[in-house]
Structures are given as structure tokens and as C-alpha cells.
Nanobody
Framework: QVQLVESGGGSVQDGGSLRLSCAAS????????MGWFRQAPGKEREGVAT???????TFAESVKGRFTLSKDNAKNTLYLQMNSLKPGDTAVYYC??????????????????????WGQGTQVTVAS
């Protein structure tokens, strides 16, 4: 069974930085696409950034140029570096993964419906 465990959330001031980590376990073979989603109170869960099986990363327009996404395959860990944070980035951030063995190639943010596994979420709060 795949498990995703997020860490690194917290509270920062407008313009600050945070790095989120997602440790994945239970994968046998290719982990397909992975990504980060976020959900603010009263809003739908939205895609923030995803990485495909070739290592290609894509970002939501709202975070382009401020967030970077990387994956350490040796550690099975996904990272989201968030810089120049704004109050609008305040949300619970979720790590997402696909089933083992999937080869996923995407040149756009992978939609939520294509992910099977989700982490428990980590709160990010940006104060103005």
C-alpha cells in the first residue's frame, strides 16, 4: 500500500519561504506522476505543481516563478520549494501520487482525478 507523508508546513509572513516534503513509501516500480494540490477554506482543491515520469514539472499560473518542484528518487521524496509567498497561498497542501507501475507523461498540471493516493495534508499560512 502506498503511503504519502507530508511535512514542512507552517506560518510565515508575506514574502517568506517554506519547503514542503512528501515522503512516499510502498511503491513497487515507477511511481508515475506526483504532485501537490492545495485547498483553501470554502474552495475546491486545486493543482499547484506536478512532475511526470520523465521529470518534467508543470505549475499552476498562480505560482509560476515562485514555486519549484523536485523529486529525489533515491529517497522517494517530493519537494515543493515555495518562495515569495502571498496570503493567497494560504491553504492545506496535499501530496498526491498514482498507482505503482504507471508511466505518466504530461506537459500540463495533471488533474486531480488521475491521482489515487493522497497525504494527510499540511497547513501553510501566510500572514499579511
Amino acid at each position: 500500500q502506498v503511503q504519502l507523508v507530508e511535512s514542512g508546513g507552517g506560518s510565515v509572513q508575506d514574502g517568506g519561504s517554506l519547503r514542503l516534503s512528501c515522503a512516499a513509501s510502498g511503491y513497487t516500480g515507477n511511481s508515475g506522476c506526483m504532485g501537490w494540490f492545495r485547498q483553501a477554506p470554502g474552495k475546491e482543491r486545486e493543482g499547484v505543481a506536478t512532475i511526470d515520469s520523465e521529470g518534467y514539472t508543470t505549475f499552476a499560473e498562480s505560482v509560476k516563478g515562485r514555486f519549484t518542484l523536485s523529486k529525489d528518487n533515491a529517497k522517494n521524496t517530493l519537494y515543493l520549494q515555495m518562495n515569495s509567498l502571498k496570503p493567497g497561498d494560504t491553504a492545506v497542501y496535499y501530496c498526491a501520487g498514482q498507482r505503482s507501475g504507471i508511466r505518466c507523461v504530461s506537459r500540463s498540471v495533471v488533474p486531480r482525478s488521475r491521482f489515487t493516493y493522497w497525504g494527510q495534508g499540511t497547513q501553510v499560512t501566510v500572514a499579511s
